[in-house]
């Protein structure tokens, strides 16, 4: 009976062992399970305090930017209609400009866009026309379209093109070499006449041939990079008059060259006098 009772009793001190081992099991993977968590949350407390510091860095530079602005004096900046920013500067400039156009057509500028269209289209023909009547200007919403006439630029038929043309091509480089923001999309454009040659099957060809000729010519000849030119053959498909006359089809055989302008450094470029 006294071995039973030892026996009885040395069982419960091995099932009490028993249980308090299993309980501090469970504690230890409790605990290593808060700290995992712990960890966790501080890691995603510092990352969230890395982005809400660079949004704040972020607000204060922008901040400092509008700033800026605001203090400065002969720059500060005006909205235009929502088309373009320029500067007090630039506005001054291009009132003196408006004070030589000829006061027809400047009767005729109801709007703040169309002074600009006008100050900017007198400057580039100023710069870069010999002959008013080879070259027109006509600007819409500060993107600048030059109608070059064939006359300037190529013979009859051809796409070599002249050396008459490199005065105005020359022109037009600075032009554009001023705002390495700017494309500029040079247009074939021909009359209704047909062509077919071993060089061109129709006038198609022809347009795009002397579009290229013209571009060819900007890159090699006055460094404008050739990422930022475009060339395109319009055909006699885009006619400025009607081709009934000889007149009329020496109109329409032209290059298109479009350029979208920076207004303060196109002002600056073109202001070959002491405005």
Same mark, same amino acid.
């Given at each position: 009976?006294?071995?039973?009772?030892?026996?009885?009793?040395?069982?419960? @001190?091995? $099932? /009490?062992?028993?249980?308090?081992? *299993? &309980?501090?099991? %469970?504690? =230890? +993977?409790?605990?290593?399970?808060?700290?995992?968590?712990?960890?966790?949350?501080?890691?995603?407390?510092?990352?969230?305090?890395?982005?809400?510091?660079?949004?704040?860095?972020?607000?204060?530079?922008?901040?400092?930017?509008?700033?800026?602005?605001?203090?400065?004096?002969?720059?500060?900046?005006?909205?235009?209609?929502?088309?373009?920013?320029?500067?007090?500067?630039?506005?001054?400039k291009m009132?003196?400009?408006?004070?030589?156009?000829?006061?027809?057509?400047?009767?005729?500028?109801?709007?703040?866009?169309?002074? @600009?269209? $006008? /100050?900017?289209?007198?400057?580039? *023909? &100023?710069?870069? %026309?010999? =002959? +008013?009547?080879?070259?027109?200007?006509?600007?819409?919403?500060?993107?600048?379209?030059?109608?070059?006439?064939?006359?300037?630029?190529?013979?009859?038929?051809?796409?070599?093109?002249?050396?008459?043309?490199?005065?105005?091509?020359?022109?037009?480089?600075?032009?554009?070499?001023?705002?390495?923001?700017?494309?500029?999309?040079?247009?074939?454009?021909?009359?209704?006449?047909?062509?077919?040659t071993e060089?061109?099957?129709?006038?198609?060809?022809?347009?795009?041939?002397?579009?290229?000729?013209?571009?060819?010519?900007?890159?090699?000849?006055?460094?404008?990079?050739?990422?930022?030119?475009?060339? %395109?053959?319009?055909?006699?498909?885009?006619?400025?008059?009607?081709?009934?006359?000889?007149?009329?089809?020496?109109?329409?055989?032209?290059?298109?060259?479009?350029?979208?302008p920076n207004?303060?450094?196109?002002?600056?470029?073109?202001?070959?006098?002491?405005?």
């Open positions: 009976m006294k071995r039973l009772t030892v026996t009885g009793a040395a069982l419960c @001190i091995v $099932l /009490a062992s028993c249980v308090s081992k *299993k &309980k501090y099991v %469970a504690l =230890e +993977d409790n605990l290593a399970t808060t700290q995992s968590q712990l960890t966790k949350t501080q890691v995603e407390k510092e990352e969230l305090e890395a982005k809400v510091s660079k949004i704040e860095a972020r607000v204060a530079e922008y901040n400092e930017r509008i700033n800026s602005l605001k203090e400065m004096n002969d720059g500060q900046m005006t909205s235009v209609d929502d088309l373009t920013v320029m500067s007090n500067n630039t506005k001054e009132r003196t400009t408006l004070s030589k156009v000829d006061p027809s057509e400047l009767a005729n500028a109801k709007t703040l866009e169309d002074s @600009i269209n $006008l /100050a900017v289209s007198y400057n580039l *023909k &100023k710069s870069i %026309a010999d =002959e +008013d009547d080879d070259v027109d200007v006509n600007i819409d919403k500060t993107v600048v379209m030059i109608n070059i006439s064939d006359k300037l630029l190529f013979k009859s038929g051809s796409y070599k093109v002249s050396s008459k043309a490199d005065n105005i091509l020359g022109k037009l480089a600075e032009v554009i070499n001023s705002e390495p923001s700017m494309e500029v999309m040079v247009e074939g454009h021909t009359d209704s006449k047909t062509i077919s060089l061109f099957r129709d006038n198609w060809d022809l347009s795009v041939k002397r579009a290229t000729s013209i571009v060819r010519i900007l890159q090699e000849e006055y460094q404008v990079d050739p990422a930022r030119l475009i060339a %395109a053959g319009r055909s006699s498909y885009i006619p400025l008059v009607e081709n009934d006359t000889e007149e009329n089809r020496s109109k329409n055989r032209r290059t298109r060259i479009v350029i979208i207004l303060d450094k196109f002002f600056a470029l073109l202001d070959s006098e002491s405005l």
